[in-house]
């Protein structure tokens, strides 16, 4: 399946809480239906995690994470394995931008497939800029 862009978690998780959603994030899910996308083989468990995590505070129900993982499975998602290179590349990229090496792992992938990312996290948007990967316009 071709990827039109890499997607972070940070996207993912706000189609989920009601607090967080937004019409931002709804347009990527509109764009991944058509498109399909390119993660990193930690974006599950960060999603997942993230979820657990809402749903420890009382964000979203257990049903609700059920629901939303089940939703992701079925979304034409293309995880890339993972590989010590892989993690590599990532510490390296986190040392040089000032990144932790999960969000590293999502600038890496953009940069090596020539991919424009998709995150509402501020950092790793800087350190996209900075890096010269496009950000997805959302």
């Known amino acids: 399946m071709a990827?039109?862009?890499?997607?972070?978690a940070s996207v993912a998780v706000r189609w989920f809480?009601?607090?967080?959603?937004?019409t931002e994030a709804d347009a990527v899910l509109a764009r991944i239906a058509g498109d399909g996308v390119l993660v990193p083989?930690?974006?599950?468990?960060?999603?997942?995690?993230?979820l657990l995590a809402a749903?420890?505070?009382?964000?979203?129900?257990?049903?609700?994470?059920?629901?939303?993982?089940?939703?992701?499975?079925n979304l034409p998602v293309s995880i890339e394995p993972?590989?010590?290179?892989?993690?590599?590349?990532?510490?390296?990229?986190a040392l040089a931008r000032s990144l932790t090496?999960?969000?590293a792992a999502y600038l890496d992938l953009a940069s090596r497939h020539i991919l424009p990312l998709a995150t509402f996290d501020d950092a790793l948007r800087r350190a996209a800029r900075k890096s010269g990967v496009s950000l997805l316009r959302i």
């Open 3 to 8: 990827s039109s862009f890499v997607l972070d």
């Open 17 to 22: 809480l009601d607090d967080e959603r937004s």
């Open 41 to 50: 083989a930690i974006w599950p468990y960060e999603t997942t995690n993230a």
């Open 55 to 73: 749903q420890r505070r009382n964000r979203i129900s257990r049903g609700d994470v059920a629901t939303a993982l089940e939703f992701m499975q």
């Open 82 to 93: 993972a590989s010590a290179l892989h993690a590599e590349r990532a510490w390296n990229v």
């Open 101 to 103: 090496v999960y969000d």
